[in-house]
């Protein structure tokens, strides 16, 4: 049996629960997931002005303090913290952490493929548009494949203590462990299947142990020191998600289903590079306080196309608020909104859309939300996004005159001007999988 | 008689993209089977109006006691171009838990 552990459901996660994890109980794998799919372009800016850049820059201090951890526990690190820059940042892992071997994942990053793709008749066309790569090529950020569990295990074999990839599936990182813990071959479909959906189940951290859980949830205990997940892996494919004892949060079957749903989509065909994992053959079973055991998962062979990540530059936004006070803070919001909209069309500004909520009201939930009469006050909200930088910037100027001009008891403008930003999208494709040569590579 | 969902169900939701999903779980598997009954994707398109342009598509998850829920076009654009403050979908799931639905009272017991 193998413990691997979930320490970071995204960049910007509890900085403490990695340190908790390798200090409050025993784990032999510490995963580590950063990378959402904007966050690719993040890191491809931050290249662009500092070559040493381009890569989680959160994970080489924490590496420097869990080190003697790792180290003297023998626990071993994979964390999609590489970014577009992965020999960077281990590098600086390296500086932190001099005694531990450091090894990378390297051949997901395709930007500066991309011509010579798109010139071998690869349409990587946008999977929810079906509008061709080529229309944007210019405007293209980044681009990555995802890759899968198997590329990161080389990187286990090579006995590295911190292994560090750039682009690759959230799962893999827990699948990884047990491919060369096990020794499972690439066609267990089953096996890997398991492995990907226990990695679904961690991949948000503390979202399987109590956090973001509408079960009871005040009475889901210690929230403030809640446990992040831990599985405890079989070689036949069966796990146990727990926690480390003494610590916050629950884990319970009602808590594993929200997040085995959560952003999901067909349960039947959950692909990966790895495997097609069937979310409608998983069996759940509370086996004890804080433990539930999965088993009886059913996968399928790999597809033969990789996902790209791309991201590309968009355009432009900008979201201003206003708050209207009682009484009638709702009537007087929507007529500023109105008021904003006419002179926005007076001045022959043109967006692709101007979109309003009220905050308080029903911002959230729409239709869906209980009716309020009367509410003690409203924050309206207006954002308008457009390709045109001018018209944005133009758009910004206009909230605040509110104040004077507009319905009485206008306030809480914050800075006054909203803030113009750039709008990075995200661009999913598909590529054979054959263009994809992947190597692992230790930085000394 | 009428009871809102959230009587025998819990919620996640989420994004990928410009579509939401919600994932809706009976506390009690006895449950599912009107889940599967009441909660309709054409029932869901009309408890969030507006904000779900396109089609809502639904998946069932017999062993979970649960079903899987994908409501397009229902984020403004999604991801970085949504103007959103739930830009990502996170409260649909409990606004959901708000739907009323229709049960016998030996069902509710």
Redesign the interface.
Known sequence: MIRIANGQGFWGDWLEAPVRLVEQGPIDYLALDYLA??TMSIVQKQKLADPELGYARDFPPLIGRIRSNIRDRGVKVIANAGGVNPIACARQVRRLAPELKVAVVLGDDLYDRIPELLAKGHAMANM?TGAPLSSIRDRILSANAYIGAFELAEALAAGADVVIAGRCTDTALTLAPMIHAFGWGRDEWDKLAAGTIAGHIIECGAQTTGG????DWQSIPDLANIGYPIVEARPDGSFIVTKHDGTGGRVHS?VI????????????NYITPDCVAD??????EDSGKDRVRVSGIRGVERPPMLKLSISYS?GY?A?GTLVYSWPQALDKAQAADRIVRERLSQLGLEFE?I?T?Y?GVN????????PVSDPPEVQV?I???GQDRKAVDRFTRELVPLVLNGPPTATGFGDGRPQVRE????W?ALLPREEITTRVEVVE | MKVPLGRIA???S?????TV?I?V?A?HRKHYPILVREVTAARLKH?????VKGDVVR????????L?F?LHEAL??G???S????AQG??????????EIEMSESEAI
Request: with cysteine; hydrophobic share 35%.
């Open positions: 799919e904007i929810d973001n859980c509408q079960v009602d289903k929200e997040q085995l749903l959560y952003e999901l989509g067909d349960p039947k979310f409608t053959t998983i069996q759940l968009w936004k979201i859309e979109y909520e905050f911002a959230c939930q729409g239709p869906a939300a209980p909200r954002g308008v996004r709008v990075v999208a995200y999913p | 819990h919620a996640r989420g994004d990928k993209g410009d999903n994932g779980i506390y408890h969030f109006g507006h904000l998946h069932e998850l017999e062993n979970l006691g649960a899987n994908l403004g654009g991801g970085t171009l103007l959103r403050v739930d996170k409260t649909f799931g409990a606004a959901l838990l708000g739907m």
